[in-house]
């Protein structure tokens, strides 16, 4: 099929607004938050399996998961590929953290900071805690983990009734698709912290 253009691609605050559309009719249609929820054993298409895990499968996966890399997460983390003090302190990074902290960055309270960072000594402290120290910090954290999966999960499902519902025959309809579910993960990132 041939590609006949860029399909319009919706801003963070109509993402926001679509996604508040869905969760009205999750909210008022059981077979249709059913179908999110539980998947759809019959019909076409067939799904069998839910769309998202349950918030409690959500956690438990979560928590198996740093368990599972653990040993991978101190391996990458006392290896890294680059110099974490060189890279805070390039410039684009520096701005990175004007857009959302410019009230302390103004202060020059990022840049004092890392000149005053070892890394050979965080790294020494990182291989000290050991692999356990990671996977233990977040089960842990279970309970906050379990409320906020559980927070997310329905506008995340709202967000995946809208993105699954995108056609994807040609190449600019699947960018599309990549940029709404971005800008739809935006708006809930946005809603969730009260923007």
Known sequence: MSDTGTPV????????????????LMAS????????SEGRPSGNPITLGPRLPTAEEWTRLQIKGS???AAKWLERTTHPKK????????????????????????????EGGMALVDESETLATIARRGAAAYSKGVSDREPKIRRRVAEL??????????????????DSERETKMIENKRGLQAIGRARRGG
Not at 9 to 24: N, Y
Not at 29 to 36: A, C, I
Not at 83 to 89: D, I, S
Request: net charge negative; charged share 30%; glycine share 2%.
């Open 9 to 24: 691609v919706h801003s963070i605050d109509q993402m926001a607004s679509a996604i508040g559309k869905v969760m009205e």
């Open 67 to 69: 368990q599972d890399n």
């Open 83 to 110: 110099n974490f003090r060189e890279e805070a302190l390039k410039a684009t990074s520096v701005e990175r953290f004007h857009n959302s902290m410019e009230r302390v960055l103004a202060e020059k309270r990022w």
């Open 153 to 170: 999960r329905e506008s995340r499902l709202a967000l995946c009734a809208i993105i699954d519902a995108m056609s994807v025959a040609t």
């Open 29 to 36: 249609d059981p077979e249709f938050y059913q179908e999110l």
